[in-house]
């Protein structure tokens, strides 16, 4: 009956030390694995023209500008934020000296895990014909901030 008894107090205390060994092992990994950061990215978009566009060719041509900016996550897309710009004539842009000026934040960004894209479509139409130029921006893992130029 003593063996038994010795038995039973090792098998009880050999359970003990892995049960603690396992929840010590379990502590440590969290511990050290990184956390979970949430941030928020800011995107500094700047339109300008490149050219006067005072040229007769260019009298009533306009341009339209689309921004998309999408959350990418385990190859899932989700459009975040969009915004069509009216169409403007050419020659009323702004130089590069004084750009129009978007700024837009994306809140509860998962630095991690996720990236941005930002996507941006210029629509150009001149006395009904059409021309569409697209451009594509990335903003990843521990990128803040991001720029956009968009020449006209």
């Known amino acids: 009956m003593q063996k038994e008894t010795n038995k039973n107090t090792y098998m009880k205390k050999l359970i003990i030390t892995v049960t ?3 929840s010590g092992l379990g502590f440590l990994y969290y ?29 009533n041509a306009t341009a339209q500008l689309e921004v998309t900016v999408v959350r990418i996550k385990n190859n899932k897309k989700d459009t975040v934020w969009q ?17 129009l000026l978007q700024k837009i934040t994306i809140p509860n960004v998962n630095d991690r895990k996720e990236k941005l894209e930002v996507y941006y479509k210029v629509t150009y139409d001149s006395k009904g014909s059409i021309l569409n130029y697209w451009n594509i921006t990335t903003i990843g893992k521990g990128q803040q901030t991001g720029k956009l130029h968009i020449q006209i």
């Open 83 to 99: 915004h069509s710009f009216q169409p403007t004539e050419l020659k009323n842009f702004p130089g590069s000296d004084n750009p």
């Open 31 to 59: 511990k050290q694995s990184p956390k979970e950061v949430s941030v928020s990215k800011n995107i500094d978009v700047e339109v300008y023209k490149t050219s006067s566009y005072v040229a007769p060719v260019y009298a």
């Open 20 to 22: 603690l060994l396992i």
